[in-house]
């Protein structure tokens, strides 16, 4: 341990069995825990045998009053772990002020990485991983909640979303309204025993979470804005769904699966219905 560091512990979001070694050092010999929940993480540290030094909370709505009392055990050369409930501090949970503040004093900041509802979600969503765009929780208020998807609608890489259980609906309605027919999946309960993804159109999701009720923490990944589709007419505009496969096929020399995959993400259609078109084309494919 680094006198005068700030240490920010990721911790598990489920499984107890994802936190770290070097987590567990970290948080049994800080000078000072400070945590989001005292509660919970005391439950954490009871799981693996560890006694705080000293534990204080801080969360949302005291963090910058707390910072006060981490920045005092830093100026007497102590180390600091800040430990939210669950994740990496920061990342939708405080942290952001006790790191600004820190790094104003002059102290230094450690990472101690670990588990992510960000990182375990995307990876096995089946949607392209990189480029995305991490929003993390929308504004509760549908006016804001649905203004803040308009502004992302244009964006060419992949969206992540956290959402709670009770504004699932709500959240898939708009995002039906406002992205279409993208792809999309959702993922609950990650390490838990009932982990789950749910993959299909945001239709099918909002169809999916009707009928069952949203239980548990949810990640919502939403495919990317097909090229073109903001502001500037795409290539194909004024070309019916039939032409733009047969220019596909014909002139730059696709196959016709190849097509109908471009043809389905461009327009935002279900890649059924293209296919549908592409097999009254004929064998213009090279398969």
Same mark, same amino acid.
């Given at each position: 341990?680094? %006198?005068? *560091?700030?240490?920010?512990?990721?911790? !598990?979001?489920?499984?107890?069995?994802?936190?770290?070694?070097? =987590?567990?050092?970290?948080?049994? $010999?800080? *000078?000072?825990?400070? =945590?989001?929940?005292?509660?919970?993480?005391?439950?954490?540290?009871?799981? +693996?045998?560890?006694?705080?030094?000293?534990? #204080?909370?801080?969360? $949302?709505?005291?963090? #910058?009053?707390?910072? @006060?009392?981490?920045?005092?055990?830093?100026?007497?050369?102590?180390?600091?772990?800040?430990?939210? @409930?669950?994740?990496?501090?920061?990342?939708?949970? %405080?942290?952001?002020?006790?790191?600004?503040?820190?790094?104003? =004093?002059?102290?230094? /900041?450690? %990472?101690? !990485?670990?588990?992510? =509802?960000?990182?375990?979600?995307? !990876?096995?969503?089946?949607?392209?991983?990189?480029?995305?765009?991490?929003?993390?929780?929308?504004?509760?208020?549908? &006016?804001?909640?649905?203004?803040?998807?308009?502004?992302?609608?244009?964006?060419?890489?992949?969206?992540?979303?956290?959402?709670? !259980?009770?504004?699932?609906?709500? +959240?898939?309605?708009?995002?039906? $309204?406002?992205?279409?027919?993208?792809?999309?999946?959702?993922?609950?309960?990650?390490?838990?025993?009932?982990?789950?993804?749910?993959?299909?159109?945001?239709?099918?999701?909002?169809?999916? +979470?009707?009928?069952?009720?949203?239980?548990?923490? +949810?990640?919502?990944?939403?495919?990317?804005?097909?090229?073109?589709? &903001?502001?500037?007419?795409?290539?194909? @505009?004024?070309?019916? /769904?039939?032409?733009?496969? /047969?220019?596909?096929?014909?002139?730059?020399?696709?196959?016709?699966?190849?097509?109908?995959?471009?043809?389905?993400?461009?327009?935002?259609?279900?890649?059924?219905? /293209?296919?549908?078109?592409?097999?009254?084309?004929?064998?213009?494919?090279?398969?």
């Amino acid at each position: 341990m680094q %006198p005068s *560091t700030l240490y920010l512990v990721a911790t !598990p979001i489920g499984n107890l069995d994802d936190i770290t070694f070097r =987590a567990l050092k970290v948080l049994k $010999e800080a *000078t000072l825990i400070a =945590a989001e929940d005292t509660r919970n993480t005391s439950k954490l540290l009871l799981h +693996f045998g560890i006694k705080a030094s000293k534990l #204080i909370s801080c969360y $949302e709505h005291n963090e #910058i009053k707390k910072t @006060d009392d981490i920045l005092e055990t830093l100026a007497g050369g102590g180390s600091v772990a800040l430990a939210t @409930d669950a994740g990496m501090p920061g990342i939708s949970d %405080p942290g952001y002020q006790v790191v600004k503040m820190v790094l104003e =004093a002059g102290f230094k /900041v450690v %990472p101690i !990485p670990g588990a992510s =509802a960000l990182v375990a979600a995307l !990876p096995a969503s089946g949607l392209l991983p990189t480029p995305f765009t991490f929003v993390g929780f929308l504004p509760h208020k549908t &006016n804001d909640r649905r203004q803040a998807m308009t502004k992302l609608k244009s964006l060419e890489q992949t969206l992540v979303f956290y959402e709670a !259980p009770h504004r699932v609906t709500d +959240f898939l309605k708009d995002a039906v $309204e406002i992205f279409g027919l993208r792809q999309a999946v959702a993922a609950r309960e990650l390490t838990k025993l009932h982990e789950e993804f749910v993959r299909g159109t945001l239709e099918e999701l909002l169809n999916h +979470f009707t009928a069952h009720e949203p239980i548990g923490e +949810f990640v919502f990944m939403i495919d990317a804005a097909a090229p073109g589709s &903001n502001d500037r007419k795409p290539e194909w @505009d004024g070309l019916s /769904v039939e032409e733009h496969l /047969v220019q596909l096929i014909k002139q730059d020399g696709l196959t016709k699966t190849e097509a109908v995959k471009i043809v389905a993400k461009a327009r935002q259609l279900p890649r059924d219905e /293209v296919y549908q078109v592409a097999t009254g084309i004929g064998r213009l494919d090279k398969d």
